[in-house]
T-cell receptor
Framework: DAKTTQPNSMESNEEEPVHLPCNHS???????IHWYRQLPSQGPEYVIH???SNVNNRMASLAIAEDRKSSTLILHRATLRDAAVYYC????????????FGTGTRLQVFP | DSGVTQTPKHLITATGQRVTLRCSPR?????VYWYQQSLDQGLQFLIH???????AKGNILERFSAQQFPDLHSELNLSSLELGDSALYFC??????????????FGEGSRLTVL
């Protein structure tokens, strides 16, 4: 599986936008970009995924670079509940939907 | 609530012992995944079962084994336990694998402490 690189930690103030970057320079043409997050003392949860075009859902937006070598998860207005570890994961097209987690970015949100 | 149920939530045992962790996937999900999360190793993929058959294997030790039963629940068996096996063990489920777009739903985990 192709590797992703994320900053270890980021900070934000409540109600401000947050941009979480992810580099994936070895991404292949069929790899989807997935984001999951893990709140304290919980299992990971799905946030968003995309292939080439930018994506929006109720939780976040995903901006994908034109060359697909990087992407950015955007939380439009951070809340205290958004404090979590965010994982950027490349999902290859194979016979399993397993996720290979990296170290992720720990997001702190201050009131 | 993801719909994935894991039992027990907490388990304390001694080195050399054997334990079984149980996972009930979401209704209708055919795939079950097991992950181990320790402080120094992060979230590690262990194994994936689809409709009773092993589909993918990750960093799973030989002392560990898993299976998925006809009713689709899964068990992870950990034997000859060592201190280093202390970790959170997560189970996840999904509907059908292979599309690389499907969402995985994770349970709340089973915390194993080996003393």
């Amino acid at each position: 599986d192709a590797k992703t690189t994320q900053p270890n930690s980021m900070e934000s103030n409540e109600e401000e936008p947050v941009h979480l970057p992810c580099n994936h320079s070895t991404i292949s043409g069929t790899d989807y970009i997935h984001w999951y997050r893990q709140l304290p003392s919980q299992g990971p949860e799905y946030v968003i995924h995309g292939l080439t075009s930018n994506v929006n859902n109720r939780m976040a937006s995903l901006a994908i670079a034109e060359d697909r070598k990087s992407s950015t998860l955007i939380l439009h207005r951070a809340t205290l509940r958004d404090a979590a570890v965010y994982y950027c994961i490349l999902r290859a097209l194979d016979n399993t939907d397993k996720l290979i987690f990296g170290t992720g970015t720990r997001l702190q949100v201050f009131p | 609530d993801s719909g994935v149920t894991q039992t027990p939530k907490h388990l304390i045992t001694a080195t050399g012992q054997r334990v079984t962790l149980r996972c009930s996937p979401r209704s209708g999900d055919l795939s079950v995944y097991w992950y181990q999360q320790s402080l120094d190793q992060g979230l590690q993929f262990l194994i994936h079962y689809y409709n009773g058959e092993e589909r993918a294997k990750g960093n799973i030790l030989e002392r560990f084994s898993a299976q998925q039963f006809p009713d689709l629940h899964s068990e992870l068996n950990l034997s000859s336990l060592e201190l280093g096996d202390s970790a959170l063990y997560f189970c996840a489920s999904s509907v059908v694998p292979g599309s690389n777009t499907g969402e995985l739903f994770f349970g709340e985990g089973s915390r194993l402490t080996v003393l």
